[in-house]
Nanobody, 128 residues
């Protein structure tokens, strides 16, 4: 059974940086779709960033993180990353890694349904 495990969360002051990692139990190159989502208390889980395609050449971001967050994957290390800079209190949430082997529904990368695999999440707290 394929597993995803996030790490790297923590407490950081506004304006600071964190890098989240998602370790997969198989090569990240075997996933056509990989993404980060987040969920704040009392809110719906929302899309943050995605890397789509076998080469990982296509990346997508939600509007309010574009320019601050960078998603990347390292197939040699079986890991997906989310580099987060200029963090703001509104970025406080539990961050989840998601993945799927197939290319179907790739156009809906910003929704939860195209991803069949999910990690347990890592907490990010940004203080003001």
């Amino acid at each position: 059974q394929v597993q995803l495990e996030e790490s790297g969360g923590g407490l950081v002051q506004a304006g600071g940086s964190l890098t989240l990692s998602c370790a997969a139990s198989e090569r990240t190159g075997s996933f056509y779709k990989m993404a980060w989502f987040r969920q704040a208390p009392g809110k719906e889980r929302e899309f943050v960033a995605a890397v789509i395609g076998w080469s990982g050449a296509s990346t997508y971001y939600r509007k309010n993180v574009k320019g601050r967050f960078t998603i990347s994957r390292d197939s040699a290390k079986n890991e997906l990353y989310l580099q987060m800079n200029s963090l703001q209190p509104e970025d406080t949430a539990t961050y989840y890694c998601a993945a799927d082997h197939g290319s179907d529904d790739s156009d809906y990368y910003y929704t939860r349904s195209p991803y069949s695999l999910w990690g347990q999440g890592t907490q990010v707290t940004v203080s003001s």
